[in-house]
Nanobody
Framework: QVQLVESGGGLVQPGGSLRLSCAAS????????IGWFRQAPGKEREGVSCISSITGSTYYADSVKGRFTISRDNAKNAVYLQMNNLKPEDTAIYYC??????????????WGQGTQVIVSS
């Protein structure tokens, strides 16, 4: 059974940091890409980052490039999103997802339940 479980969200002040985790089960990160997405109230879901299982190549939305870092630990079958210098506009529910293919695509089949990130003073 393919499952993705996010954790690590919380309340942080602007300029602070959070590390999100995505625990995967039912499939291997060695063969599948993982993407991070976020959705703020009243807005459409947007892609944040992705890591490919082919070469470990990473991709970032322009809005987070230089501040966020995606990584994976194949031994733990987990993916992480280190978020630094957080801004209020980063406030959203963050989801991890997999397209069940090696490369990052725009079609993701399985999603986690999400973890809330609030950036506020």
């Amino acid at each position: 059974q393919v499952q993705l479980v996010e954790s690590g969200g919380g309340l942080v002040q602007p300029g602070g940091s959070l590390r999100l985790s995505c625990a995967a089960s039912g499939f291997s990160l060695e063969n599948n890409a993982i993407g991070w997405f976020r959705q703020a109230p009243g807005k459409e879901r947007e892609g944040v980052s992705c890591i490919s299982s082919i070469t470990g190549s990473t991709y970032y939305a322009d809005s987070v490039k230089g501040r966020f870092t995606i990584s994976r630990d194949n031994a733990k079958n987990a993916v992480y999103l280190q978020m630094n210098n957080l801004k209020p506009e980063d406030t959203a529910i963050y989801y991890c997802a997999t397209p069940l293919v090696r490369g990052c695509t725009k079609q993701y089949q399985y999603w986690g339940q999400g973890t809330q990130v609030i950036v506020s003073s």
